[in-house]
């Protein structure tokens, strides 16, 4: 038997957090994501099926769904992410894959991705200096893709103004990381 003890993105074994005047920067490995696509000709019974068998509306281009622990949001046409705490749905995959059927296609992607949280006031000064993305103009619920330190990435709004999470490629998160908290640094 192995005696393994997994570790986070940045190579913690507790999540990284940096703390600065206004801002939070939080590592969040305790998620877990999924990728769901609609099968050919199956996108109003994908719809159907996660209104069913989640309680999950999918949503539309740039915004986000919450349907108790589930979240999610619009990656492409016909395409979203799904995230729920690891905790609770350690196998989100499969949980997507009994409640969708024939209708979608399913892969796991909670190792393929990594999640920082930047919540406090001063969110605004970093986001805008890094992305494109008007963080200004975005309302709880919207989601945008847009590059940050030359990355795609996600930057979802979970509360106006004060609490923003990027998802970015996990194999860029020393990268990631260190670019949010030396644009910190120097913003505030």
Known sequence: M?????????????PRIDSFDG???????NWALASVAA???QGEALLA?????????????GKSAVSGAL???????????????FASHEDLAAQLVAALGQTASVTEQSDGWVRFDLEGSACHRVL??????????????????????????????RAS?????????????GSLHHALVTMATSAL
């Open 2 to 14: 192995h005696d393994l003890t997994p570790i986070t993105a940045l190579g913690g074994i507790a």
């Open 23 to 29: 801002l939070e920067i939080r590592e969040c490995p």
């Open 39 to 41: 099968r050919l000709g």
């Open 49 to 61: 099926a996660a209104n069913a068998g989640l309680g999950l509306d999918l949503p539309q281009v």
């Open 71 to 85: 979240t999610a949001f619009w990656t492409g046409p016909e395409q979203w992410f799904i995230e729920a705490p």
């Open 128 to 157: 805008e200096r890094l992305c494109n993305a008007d963080t200004h103009s975005m309302a709880g619920g919207d989601v945008t893709r847009t590059r940050l330190e030359h990355l795609g990435c996600f930057l979802i709004c």
């Open 161 to 173: 103004g004060a609490h923003f999470s990027v998802l970015g490629p996990r194999s860029a998160a």
